[in-house]
């Protein structure tokens, strides 16, 4: 019997802090089959990138973790550290958000992409530097041979990001997590870099987690979304289903926010009220209850299940009657 590729189900994540343990995660579900695209999008602070560290067991020294993580079967929350680095790098790569700090500065592009072939695949150094060379002109670095040699510094940004997606794509991986991987870039180098993962996601069959604040990516890039907020997930569907409902309070303020195309000079763009709690002032209740107008007392009382809206569409809101008039 097959399984999904990924399979989460009710993964918390606690951090010890200055002011106390914080609940980075609480009760996030969701699974991912082979050659699946599913984003999480929310703003900064919402639990997207502990999600994406939580999979790959990179989470900050002392954070505890309960509930499931299961990759192709096997369970990651259980394994030790040794066998969690056979899978870094091998059947799960990463592609990290600021690819200066992702990239050491002491080793050359070459190197650096040549270091998992060897340590996964065994390879020679000359064998992993000409496939070194084979994945630069894969993601289409402009002089890929003489790149091989040169050192992060001296390359631009989405240059960088290039080599970071070749690092993460050099052993084949089965499931590709890019955490916000255009931070940072230009408009025309933002699209070009999208692009291009979704051409290798395609190519090869893989999986892609894909984390982003970008409303418009995830509609461009992933079949199925995840809103999260608070540390939680609070609606997840298909894409265009999500969009084209916007059940639950905190995904219709991020829509209303955004920037649109033939808007009058001053005219000032939609805020959703307030801002993201702390991670250590998380509510028992439902996350979004101080921002949001239709919030009961029942909100704050404990976090809502989810509820369905449509096949394969949820939303962890207890006012679903009013959202879906």
């Known amino acids: ?19 106390g343990p914080a609940a980075a995660l609480r009760e996030v579900s969701f699974s991912m089959q082979r050659g699946d695209t599913v984003g999480l999008i929310g703003e900064s602070g919402c639990g997207k990138s502990i999600t994406a560290l939580a999979l790959m067991g ?44 992702a990239l050491n500065p002491l080793h050359t592009i070459g190197q650096q992409i040549a270091e998992p072939l060897r340590l996964h695949q ?12 084979r994945l630069l002109e894969r993601v289409h670095l402009p002089d890929a041979k003489r790149r091989l040699d040169a050192y992060p510094h001296q390359m631009s940004g989405g240059q960088r990001q290039r080599v970071v997606i070749a690092i993460a794509l050099a052993c084949g991986p089965d499931l590709l997590i890019a955490d916000e991987p255009t931070t940072a870039l230009d408009v025309t180098i933002q699209r070009e870099v999208l692009d291009l993962i979704g051409e290798l996601v395609a190519a090869d069959g893989m999986g892609l ?7 418009g990516v995830m509609a461009e890039t992933v079949r199925r979304m995840l809103v999260m907020y608070g540390g939680t997930v609070v609606e997840s569907g298909p894409t265009e289903q999500v969009f084209r409902t916007l059940a639950h309070p905190y995904s219709r303020g991020l829509f209303a926010a955004r920037p649109r ?43 809502p299940p989810p509820l369905p809206v449509a096949p394969g569409h949820d939303a962890r809101c207890l006012r679903l009657d009013s959202t879906l008039a």
């Open 1 to 19: 019997m097959s399984h999904p590729l990924l399979d989460v189900t009710d993964l918390r994540v606690t951090l010890h802090t200055a002011r």
């Open 58 to 101: 990179l989470l900050p020294e002392g954070a505890r973790v309960s509930g499931s993580i299961r990759f192709d079967g096997t369970e990651l929350t259980t394994l030790d550290e040794d066998a969690l680095c056979k899978l870094r790098g091998s059947r799960i790569g990463m592609v990290f958000q600021e690819p200066m700090t």
């Open 122 to 133: 065994g390879l020679s150094a000359a064998a992993a530097r000409a496939e070194a060379l």
């Open 209 to 215: 987690l894909l984390i982003s604040h970008d409303l």
């Open 261 to 303: 195309l033939g808007l009058a000079r001053g005219t000032r763009l939609a805020t959703i009220p307030g801002r993201v709690p702390e991670l250590a002032d998380l509510p028992a209740g439902c996350p979004f209850a101080e921002r949001c107008s239709l919030v009961i007392d029942a909100c704050r009382r404990a976090l």
